[in-house]
């Protein structure tokens, strides 16, 4: 099984337990990943910020795990906090969507 994980900077570090756990039990796991520094060998490059994801990359992806959060603080929700948490949640959930939708992978909806 072939599981494709991407995250934002707030969801990196449960990203990254999720990755070793799932290759721990002998998953295959494509990294989503934003920089060519972070490239490794069966990741994924895409970017939110440039709604890029090559739906034939995740040709032979089984599921696809979108972990994804602008961090909730304390203080005044202003509404251009607001459209922020938001948008940290809709944009790379649509991106990953329409890539699935797409491409071959015979999926639905996002995981």
Same mark, same amino acid.
């Not at 494709?4 to 796991?29: F, N, P």
């Not at 069966?42 to 040709?59: A, E, F, H, K």
């Given at each position: 099984?072939? /599981?494709? /994980?991407? &995250? =934002? #900077?707030?969801?990196?570090?449960?990203?990254?337990?999720?990755? =070793?756990? !799932?290759? %721990? =039990?002998?998953?295959?796991? *494509?990294?989503?990943?934003?920089?060519?520094?972070?490239?490794? +060998?069966?990741?994924?490059?895409?970017?939110?910020? =440039?709604?890029?994801?090559?739906?034939?990359?995740?040709?032979?992806?089984? *599921?696809?795990? #979108? /972990? %994804?959060? +602008?961090? /909730?603080?304390?203080?005044?929700?202003?509404?251009?906090?607001?459209? %922020? !948490?938001?948008? &940290?949640?809709?944009?790379?959930?649509?991106?990953?969507?329409? *890539?699935?939708?797409?491409?071959?992978?015979?999926? *639905?909806?996002?995981?």
């Amino acid at each position: 099984m072939r /599981i494709a /994980i991407g &995250s =934002d #900077h707030a969801g990196y570090e449960l990203k990254t337990h999720l990755v =070793d756990h !799932l290759r %721990a =039990d002998g998953l295959t796991v *494509a990294r989503l990943v934003r920089s060519e520094a972070d490239l490794r +060998e069966g990741d994924i490059m895409w970017s939110v910020d =440039d709604q890029r994801l090559d739906p034939d990359d995740l040709v032979g992806t089984d *599921a696809v795990v #979108h /972990i %994804a959060s +602008e961090p /909730i603080r304390d203080g005044n929700f202003t509404p251009e906090y607001r459209h %922020a !948490l938001m948008s &940290s949640r809709t944009e790379g959930t649509r991106l990953v969507a329409e *890539a699935m939708a797409y491409g071959d992978m015979g999926l *639905a909806l996002p995981l």
